[in-house]
């Protein structure tokens, strides 16, 4: 164990059971300990570096807006802000962003905005948000409340109220729970935390019905699938439905915390003066950063992201001790033998050199969308290896 770990596990809260390795730097999709080992990356730092790392462009981005100022207050004008934010609005149709640091707060903001929605309009009452079984919306108390999975829901009692969570794509069980009391409906396209499975689109389609005909805002948390992971630019956009509010996070800024609340003509006006507010959001460095990162995300990389997708799904597909895979794009689910445990192939691809996470009993693969063929090819063979050593 090297110095770094005994010091970490001394002072640093003990929250994470951390794998054995220490990163130092990278360059694109390969990573570099402090031994000078490499890996190839497929965590992107869980779904954030999306251009990998040491990507020209966006270390310019990041530097030429910290040589002239770091932050500002959102009590004035900043222009990365709104670079960014009109650059959000073409790309999506929707009308208005609200900027925050990470993907628990753009929810928060997303659950206030339901609920106050609602309150204009409807009054008192009218505040339950339904959310999905093995969703996963975040750590703050109101995001674990919104989150369908028990194991969220110990020790740090009470949550929060008003939250319902309907079983994902069955449309009659959902139905059951909308009432006079809901006001929203809240999903992810494909549940990653969850054990990366995507919705089917039917189910998707309905809840988009459903939302404009009870008059509920229709949440999508994009936090894991937006910003080209699924290969659109926001995986709704695929099912050609029109949520309320889109809530995002982790790749946004290529690996700086960042977060953006979209919100539609329905739900632009519901949030005024004084009722919320952040002081970090917005924060220029991270703002010219997911500038650099939105502006390139076009049809070339998003192609790139189908492309690669299909590669993995060849070459894994059929390999001893892989049973299926799941999700979309560069999200990517592994279902492996029962006898094999996620977290042990993860161990042992980190002895072998290739950086993978979890999803539940899943190995999930979230490498940077830019990744080369050679790099994915080579983080591959090095999983199939590690497979066959616990096979
Ligand atoms: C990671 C994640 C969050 C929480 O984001 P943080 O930046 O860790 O607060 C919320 N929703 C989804 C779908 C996520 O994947």
């Given amino acids: 164990m090297s110095q770094i770990m005994i010091d970490d596990k001394e002072n640093i809260l003990n929250t994470y059971k951390r794998f054995n390795v220490v990163l130092t730097k990278g360059n694109g999709s390969i990573l570099v300990d402090e031994d000078g080992k490499e890996y190839v990356d497929f965590s992107s730092g869980i779904g954030t570096n999306i251009y990998g790392v040491c990507d020209k462009e966006w270390v310019d981005a990041v530097c030429e807006q910290a040589h002239k100022l770091q932050h500002t207050s959102n009590l004035y004008y900043s ?6 934010a009109k650059l959000l609005c073409e790309k999506t149709g929707m009308k208005k962003v609200f900027f925050s640091n990470s993907g628990a707060e753009s929810n928060e903001c997303a659950i206030k905005t339901a609920r106050k929605y609602s309150f204009d309009k409807y009054g008192e009452g009218r505040n339950e948000i339904i959310t999905l079984v093995n969703s996963f919306h975040g750590r703050t108390i109101a995001t674990l409340s919104a989150t369908g999975q028990d194991v969220f829901h110990q020790f740090f009692f009470p949550f929060v109220e008003g939250f319902k969570h309907a079983p994902a794509n069955d449309i009659e069980a959902l139905d059951k729970l909308i009432s006079n009391k809901t006001c929203a409906i809240m999903i992810e396209t494909v549940q990653g935390e969850g054990g990366v499975n995507a919705l089917n689109p039917e189910f998707i389609k309905y809840i988009d019905k459903v939302c404009k005909e009870r008059d509920l805002v229709f949440i999508v948390d994009e936090v894991q699938t937006g910003n080209g992971r699924t290969g659109y630019l926001y995986s709704y956009m695929e099912y050609g439905v029109h949520p309320d509010v889109v809530t995002t996070a982790k790749g946004i800024a290529g690996g700086l915390p960042f977060g953006a609340i979209l919100f539609s ?38 192609n790139h992201v189908r492309e690669m997708r299909k590669f993995i799904e060849e070459k894994l597909i059929g390999k001893p001790g892989i049973k299926s895979i799941s999700g979309k794009g560069l999200m990517v689910g592994i279902e492996i033998d029962e006898n094999i445990k996620a977290a042990d192939v993860v161990a042992k691809g980190i002895e072998n050199g290739v950086i993978m996470l979890t999803a539940k009993s899943k190995i999930r693969l979230l490498p940077p969308l830019n990744i080369s063929k050679e790099d994915l090819n080579k983080g591959l063979d090095l999983l199939l290896k590690s497979m066959k050593e616990l096979i």
Avoid: M, W
Avoid at 276 to 290: E, S, V
């Fill in 265 to 302: 003509e329905k739900t632009e006006k519901t949030l005024g003066y004084g009722q919320h507010a952040t002081t970090f959001g917005g924060n220029p460095i991270c703002a010219a950063a997911a500038y650099s990162v939105i502006s390139r995300i076009d049809d070339k990389l998003l």
């Fill in 79 to 84: 222009e990365p802000q709104v670079k960014l």
